[in-house]
């Protein structure tokens, strides 16, 4: 029960905080929509799986995340720069591979979140998600690499980052 009341809470303030995102204002008719709105949305996937269940409310959860959305942009930063340099190289060097890397995070938010921070980072597209394995598109991978190496080297910022706020 508490845990569906968490879950129901979390999708209210998730809903209500896009709400005013979209809205733009804080107009007393667009907060009294917002709340009926987040509230019809809380009650309707109440019942359903819960979305946010992986989220830990923490009292450092927010610094994690602000470190996870640092280190994705600079992660964004650098791979768009080093795909720019393959690009423009005469040579192209490139040796694209499709590795296997685990994951330690135990939701299923927490998976989905690693699996498209990766996506977004050029030269690596997750392909597919299974338990706690991920399978990524890799355009440069090192040859012998192993498990480890690859999950460190693919997910290993992102991974210490998440689980600060995500299981």
């Given amino acids: 029960m508490y845990r569906q009341l968490r879950h129901s809470l979390l999708t209210f303030f998730v809903v209500f905080g896009f709400w005013l995102l979209l809205v733009g204002t804080l107009a007393r008719q667009e907060l009294i929509a917002g709340v ?9 996937a109440a019942n359903r799986a819960p979305v946010f269940a992986g989220i830990r409310l923490t009292p450092m959860a927010p610094l994690a995340f602000a470190r996870y959305v640092l280190a994705l942009a600079w992660s964004l930063v650098r ?18 591979a499709i590795v296997h ?13 690693l699996a498209n921070s990766i996506t977004l980072t050029p030269g690596t597209l997750t392909v597919d998600v299974e338990d706690d394995t991920l399978t990524i598109h890799w355009i ?15 997910a290993g910022d992102f991974e210490r980052h998440l689980r600060g706020f995500l299981e």
């Fill in 36 to 44: 009926l709105v987040a509230a019809a949305v809380a009650v309707l």
């Fill in 79 to 96: 791979a768009n720069i080093d795909m720019a340099r393959r690009v423009l190289s005469p040579s192209l060097p490139i040796r694209p």
């Fill in 101 to 113: 890397i685990k994951t330690s995070l135990r939701s299923d938010l927490g998976r989905l979140v």
């Fill in 140 to 154: 440069d991978c090192p040859p012998g690499t192993d498990l480890q190496s690859a999950t460190q080297t693919i």
